[in-house]
């Protein structure tokens, strides 16, 4: 019964705003929303009918959820509203029925400006927004800069005061010691205060912008961490040091020199105009009507300039990404012979980064001449003026002089604006790629592994590129403490495989459980916890021995540390290279290859990890230390350690428990080394040749020896 009179409430209302569209003295809008809450109310298809409608989702749908509109749906209503009504009073001659409609619609304009909410349309903060909310602490900073900026103007007044006081009175050949001490002692006091504001007013600054930057990095630093090695799925490792680094670092124009110059570009010239005014208000009008030109230029080159300065920061971040690229892929480069064609690309590339550079120089320049010209031309004309008024006896002489000397503080801090203007552009460019990284979808965390876990592929697939497969459909069951070698020809997906079980790689298809747990659905944190992942090239961080060690488990004690060095094979070295103090150079540099990869895989035996994958550890390692580390990944298999052995020489997994033969991205076979050399002719095959040269290589040493 109640949506019966609901519906048929609704229909009366419906009809009755129907006829205030005919008889406009009727009040169309409330009828119009009284209907759309009966209807709502009364039958739930016609309300989903209605709610369909363009009517309902532009107009009247905010109001009926949440009695609120946008600011534009005011709008149109009351515009709508306005015309009908404006329509009805142009066609009756009725006094009553025009005071009835105009009463209607001020009552309309009351409730929707006053009475009805406002929604906000919800837009992505842009980089200023987040940047001013990002300072927090450090406006305190900026107002206390600001301050003594406005101080240190203060002291010019001051100071050029005095002077124009002091040549009044040299004008007037007033040289009494009592009349000239004063205002001199004024002056070298002005001076110096004007000093030592500018001394505070600097310190500031550079507290605001060192706290932001070290803000800023350390979100960086701390999203990095949380995204995982996966970071690189999402930009490229240029980028992030380019952004850490050189991005960071273009913010300080923005910090330190535009933000706290807007403040103070705003406080100067009313500070002089009352100044000015209690001289000569006519000087002062003038001075203060030219100033508002140098904000209206920036205005008029801020889109442009925006867009420019995007493009060129763009080019910058691809120009370094293709410039580490090309260092890092060297090698290969010069086997496949390709280094000069990507010497021809580079070239091409740093062409185009001149050029846009060189357009960016143009178009500053050309700013920054009319903006001089508005600057100096302001202040020839505030000179003129006030030497028009001292002529004409309406301005005293050291009044005069007083706004020829301080005219162009007028426009100074605007023009400096100007200039912090196109330099901080560049660092919001970079603040916008900053933000974009820091807003990243970070891997979802819900699930955590068992305190011992099996590790279970299933259809496991992985593409860096559409259409070229690194690994296919692999299905894998590696027991907790297992041993498992991993051998296949360069490009076979070893190392895709190492790079997915260590949560390097997550865009992968299929499933990979740890221990039940999906890799994906794993925080983090667990996984580089969990799973220890040594590389052919460990980095080696500037510092001691001890340093380095401590990374992989810190707090450990001397004792383990070297407990870790004697697994490694390499605590007699660092004993006779002065124990665990043994400085280190940034990578590494002063120590061998072999030595760099020992040190790396002691760190990750401190770590105590439940997996450890060595992808090719053993590769820059001489025969001797070789064995050695060989019988330490067997130790620790036995200890109840999961141990991914992979590497290119198959004498290392000859003594393996199980071999994973890898060809094309796929399993090529499983088993021991006895079963597959019988059963597998590609692994047999493998074997042969790899055998032969390595006897080939012996025997060419013993010739030679």
């Known amino acids: 019964m109640a949506k019966a009179i609901y519906i048929t409430l609704g229909f009366l209302f419906l009809f009755l705003g129907a006829i205030g569209v005919v008889l406009p003295f009727l009040p169309t809008t409330p009828f119009l929303l009284a209907a759309a809450f009966c209807f709502a109310r009364g039958s739930a298809r016609f309300h989903r009918w209605f709610t369909e409608t363009k009517l ?19 709008l149109k209503v009351l515009a709508s509203v306005t015309a009908l009504l404006a329509l009805g009073g142009f066609l009756t001659h009725s006094l009553h029925a025009r005071i009835a409609m105009g009463v209607v619609l001020l009552g309309h304009y009351y409730y929707f400006l006053f009475r009805m ?14 940047l001013w909310d990002l300072i927090g602490g450090a406006r305190k900073d900026v107002a206390l800069t600001v301050l003594f900026r406005w101080l240190a103007l203060l002291g010019s007044i001051a100071a050029t005061a005095s002077f124009a006081y002091l040549l009044q009175k040299g ?25 030592f504001c500018i001394r505070l ?3 500031f600054s550079r507290r605001t912008s060192a706290k932001v930057k070290k803000t800023l990095r350390a979100q960086i630093y701390d999203k990095l961490l949380s995204l995982g090695l996966s970071y690189r799925e999402k930009t490229s490792t240029a980028a992030v040091a380019q952004m850490s680094v050189e991005g960071v670092e273009q913010l300080q124009v923005y910090l330190s020199g535009f933000l706290p110059q807007l403040f103070y570009s705003v406080l100067a010239p009313v500070t002089l105009f009352c100044l000015f005014a209690l001289f000569n208000l006519r000087v002062a009008a003038i001075l203060l009507a030219l100033v508002p030109l140098i904000p209206l230029c920036m205005l008029l080159i801020g889109k442009i300039a925006g867009k420019l300065m995007k493009k060129h920061w763009g080019q910058y971040t691809d120009l ?8 890092q892929g060297l090698t290969t480069l010069k086997i496949y012979n390709a280094d000069e064609k990507r010497h021809e690309a580079m070239n091409a590339s740093a062409e185009g980064f001149r050029k846009i550079t060189m357009k960016v120089l143009r178009m500053q320049l050309g700013s920054v001449t009319v903006m001089d010209l508005i600057a100096y031309g302001g202040t020839a004309l505030g000179v003129w003026a006030a030497l028009s008024e001292v002529s004409a006896g309406n301005m005293q002489l050291w009044g005069g002089v007083l706004v020829i000397l301080l005219s162009s ?43 011992a876990f099996d590790i279970r592929l299933t259809a496991c697939g992985f593409a860096y590129e559409p259409g070229r497969s690194a690994l296919q459909e692999l299905s894998l069951t590696l027991p907790a403490g297992s041993f498992v070698s991993v051998i296949g020809e360069s490009g076979c997906g070893k190392s895709t495989l190492a790079n997915i079980l260590s949560g390097t790689l997550q865009s992968y298809t299929g499933s990979v459980l740890l221990g039940g747990a999906e890799l994906s659905g794993m925080s983090g944190e667990s996984i580089r916890r969990r799973i220890a992942l040594v590389e052919h090239n460990s980095y080696i961080f500037k510092g001691t021995v001890a340093d380095n060690l401590s990374m992989g488990c810190p707090g450990a004690s001397d004792k383990a540390m070297w407990d870790a060095l004697h697994k490694a094979g390499l605590d007699e070295f660092v004993i006779a290279e002065g124990g665990l103090g043994m400085p280190l150079r940034e990578g590494g540099s002063n120590l ?3 030595q760099r990869q020992r040190l790396a895989m002691a760190r990750v035996l401190l770590y105590d990890a439940d ?8 590769s820059n390692m001489d025969a001797e230390s070789e064995a050695w580390i060989m019988e330490t990944l067997y130790a620790l298999s036995e200890s109840g350690k999961t141990v991914i052995l992979i590497t290119h020489r198959m004498a290392l997994a000859r003594r393996s428990p199980r071999i994973l033969v890898m060809r094309d991205g796929a399993v090529a076979g499983i088993g021991t080394h006895d079963a597959l050399y019988r059963e597998n002719p590609y692994y047999a095959g493998l074997f042969d040749v790899q055998h032969s040269l390595e006897h080939f290589e012996e025997t060419t040493e013993g010739v030679l020896c």
């Open 171 to 195: 004008f007037a050949q007033v040289f009494s010691p009592a009349v000239l001490l004063i205002p001199a002692l004024v002056f070298a006091a002005a001076i110096a205060f004007r000093f």
């Open 56 to 74: 309902y989702r532009k107009y009247l749908g905010d109001y009926v959820k949440k009695r609120a509109m946008t600011t534009a749906a005011k």
């Open 201 to 203: 007013g600097t310190e």
């Open 409 to 451: 503080e007028f426009f100074l801090p605007l023009r400096l604006l100007g200039s912090f203007f196109h330099s901080s552009m560049n660092g919001l460019a970079a603040a916008e790629d900053i933000f974009s990284l820091l807003d990243s979808p970070e891997p979802e965390q819900k699930t955590d592994a068992a305190e």
């Open 592 to 594: 061998s290859g072999g």
């Open 320 to 327: 370094g990404r293709g410039f580490l690229e090309s260092l």
């Open 117 to 130: 909410k406002t929604i906000q349309p919800e837009k992505p903060a842009s980089a200023r927004k987040r």
């Open 611 to 618: 997996v450890y994958i060595f992808d090719e550890a053993t």
